[in-house]
Each structure stands twice: as structure tokens, then as C-alpha cells.
């Protein structure tokens, strides 16, 4: 088997699966981009196996600390190892959930969701791409797969060398079809929506939300399908406004407002949210509870900047418009912006606000998207909710 020699000091010696180009050593055996490596350290010594990819700024990957080959058996031991963690998770839907979430289930690269029978797949590293095939088979032989659909159209594909793709692997593209959970019924396209379907990873958090909305003006920016709003709104709150630019987003929203039953009771708004907002405090608009979801404003290292500039933005209208005792729960999704970062942001928001803040709470992605302790791109979305204390 081809193979890797990693330098002294990689990040690999310290608990992390991924090797850089600037990690290598040397090379032997002529390994090829999407093929199988042999990982060894300076001194020779077997640290496992990698798949390999010289396109890509992350040269390897480690999926085990044996030798292994990415054949059929072995997927549908890793699937069936990731399901059965699953399947032990208290308050987990298992028929609605993530079944694999990368490194974190020794697949790396490697995302898989389940709605019911039907499942979406994503390959975001070549090696696994290439055997495709080998993953869908797996998926039908350990869950019985109706149809498994491809999501490949994220830009991460793009850091591989690999093109944007959609379609369907195994059986029929299923329309839109619904699913319904104790926060919410929701709409699903899995050939079209967003991410994979809906927001999988935040589903607790819309519940955690609704404990705290009763009686409340509840603001949603950045609503998508309308979780937190239909979860506020479910759960008594006085008055709800969802805003969102995605005019589809909001009339996905609105559909699953009223297929629960309290579309009277939400307000939709299509709106730029930063936009939104600044009219909103220029009008002197109050709402007791604000939920601030966006979209990731970073794909890389670089533009952390950038995202932090509008983090701050987004913060400080957000805090003006609460009053004492108001509720401020705020989520970000890219793991480019660290936990101190966002708090910190947070926190020179609302001194420039002139507001004291309490936690209350810390939010993070559900748990069937597990966080390795030495892989902390596994981790990548985080949330606080804060109270608004009045003037000491």
C-alpha cells in the first residue's frame, strides 16, 4: 500500500485525524488522489490508514488506526456502528436524524441523513465519492432504503477538486413530504431545500426556545423554515414576527405555520435582516424575545473579519430593542468562528449598547452530530441566550 511519512509536531500526534500538505515528510509507493494511504510517523512506526487527496489542502484523512480497505464490509460496519450510537441516544427521533456526520463516525467526509425512509447523502472528500456506490449499497442493505438521494451541491466539494452534483442513487425521487416532530411539522425537499432537507441540528434548540416564548413579542431573524417562530407560536407567545430575504423560505415557513395551525398567529416578513433590523430600531419596535439564526458569514479563515463585523451588527440593533428582562438567543454555525470569538462579539455588542446581559444557557448542535474532542471542526454550531437585566 502507498503511503505517508508525517512529520514531528502534526497536528495528527495530537489527537486530530487530518494530515496538510505542509505535515508530509515524504511520499512512497506513488499514492494516487482518491486512493488508500499508509500513515506512518518519522520513525517509521503504522499510525493507520488514510484516504488521500494531493488536490486538496488536506492531503489525508485517517478513518482507522488499522489497516482497512473502503470496501462494502466495511461501510456497513461503520454504518451500522454509527446507527447503533444512535439508537442509545435518549430523546433522539431515530427515524428522523443524522445517521453519519463525518470524522465523527469514522467517514470522513461522509454525511447522511434520515427522513423515514428515505435518506440523503453527501460525499464531500474524493475517496469517498469515487466509492459511492459502495456507501449507497450500504445505506439500502443496513436501513432498507425506499431511496437515497445525493446533496453533493456544497461548495466544500470545490476545496477537493470535485464538481457540484444532485440526483438520485437508489429508487425514486420522493416529493415533498412532510414530518413532524413536538415543535413543529415541516416540509421537506430533499432535492431542493435547504441544507438536506430542514436544519436537523437545531431541532432541540427550537423546543429549548418555546420554554421561553410564552406571553412574549418573539422576533425570528433568519427563520428558513420558520422552527423557532412555529415553536414560540405553539407555545403561547403573544406575537411572532419571522424574517427572512428567501421569499421560498418564507412561503416554506408559512406552509408549515399553517399545517400547525397558528399561521394567524405569525407575522412573515421577505427582508434583508440587517436591513430589517436598523428600520425597526429607527422606529423604536420593542420585542421581549429575539432569536438571531443566520446563515454561516464564513467559509474561511480569512473573512473571520468580515463575519465578525456583521455578528456585531446584527447584536447591537438586536439589543436596543429589547427591554429590561427581554430574552436574546443567538446561534452561530461556522466553526471558523470560535466559541470566545462569538461570546466576545457578543459581549462588545452590548457594551456598546449600553445593556448588562446574564446567560441563561448554552446551545449547541443535537447530539446525533457528535463533536470529537480532537477534531474541532466537528463542532460547529454554538448558541447563548441571554436575559437583559435592567440598570444597576
Known amino acids: 500500500m502507498a503511503g505517508i511519512i508525517v512529520k514531528p509536531r502534526a497536528r495528527i500526534f495530537h489527537g486530530h485525524e487530518w494530515v496538510y500538505a505542509a505535515d508530509i515528510l515524504k511520499t512512497f509507493g506513488n499514492p494516487e488522489p482518491g486512493g488508500i ?42 454504518l451500522r456502528r454509527a446507527w447503533s450510537r444512535r439508537e442509545k441516544m435518549r430523546g433522539l427521533d431515530p427515524k428522523l436524524c443524522r445517521v453519519v456526520w463525518s470524522e465523527s463516525d469514522g467517514l470522513p467526509g461522509v454525511v447522511i441523513d434520515r427522513y423515514g425512509p428515505h435518506f440523503v447523502l ?46 438520485v442513487l437508489h429508487g425514486a425521487v420522493p416529493g415533498p413530504f412532510r414530518v413532524s416532530t413536538d415543535y413543529g411539522s415541516f416540509l421537506i425537499d430533499v432535492t431542493g431545500g435547504q441544507k438536506t432537507g430542514i436544519y436537523l441540528d437545531q431541532l432541540d434548540n427550537y423546543r429549548d426556545a418555546a420554554t421561553r416564548a410564552e406571553g412574549k413579542r418573539v422576533l425570528d431573524c433568519f427563520c428558513n423554515q420558520g422552527g423557532f417562530a412555529i415553536a414560540a407560536a405553539k407555545a403561547g407567545a403573544a406575537q411572532v414576527t419571522a424574517v427572512d430575504v428567501s421569499e421560498s423560505a418564507i412561503e416554506q415557513a408559512r406552509a408549515n405555520a399553517e399545517e400547525q395551525g397558528v399561521a394567524d398567529r405569525i407575522t412573515f416578513v421577505v427582508a434583508n435582516v440587517f436591513d430589517y433590523l436598523k428600520d425597526q430600531e429607527t422606529a423604536g419596535t420593542q420585542f421581549d424575545m429575539i432569536i438571531l439564526d443566520p446563515p454561516s458569514f464564513t467559509r474561511n479563515k480569512k473573512s473571520v473579519p468580515d463575519a465578525l463585523r456583521g455578528y456585531k451588527e446584527i447584536h447591537l440593533r438586536a439589543l436596543k430593542m429589547l427591554p429590561a428582562g427581554g430574552i436574546l438567543s443567538s446561534y452561530c454555525c461556522s466553526h471558523h468562528v470560535s466559541t470566545g470569538e462569538f461570546r466576545a462579539i457578543i459581549a462588545e455588542a452590548a457594551v456598546d449598547a449600553k445593556k448588562t446581559l446574564c446567560l441563561l444557557a448554552f446551545h449547541q448542535q443535537r447530539q446525533d452530530h457528535p463533536i470529537l474532542t480532537g477534531v474541532p471542526e466537528t463542532e460547529y454550531l454554538r448558541g447563548y441566550t441571554y436575559e437583559l437585566l435592567a440598570a444597576f
Open 122 to 167: 453527501q460525499t464531500l472528500t474524493m475517496a469517498m465519492d469515487l466509492r459511492k456506490q459502495l456507501i449507497v449499497d450500504a445505506i439500502v442493505e443496513v436501513f432498507s432504503a425506499e431511496s437515497v438521494v445525493e446533496r453533493n451541491d456544497n461548495s466544500i466539494r470545490l476545496a477537493e477538486d470535485m464538481e457540484m452534483v444532485t440526483g
Open 37 to 78: 494511504v499508509s500513515l506512518k510517523d518519522f520513525k517509521d512506526r503504522p499510525m493507520g490508514t488514510g484516504i488521500y487527496n494531493p488536490r486538496s489542502q488536506i492531503v489525508a484523512r485517517r478513518f482507522s488506526r488499522h489497516k482497512e480497505e473502503l470496501d462494502e464490509d466495511f461501510f456497513v460496519r461503520r
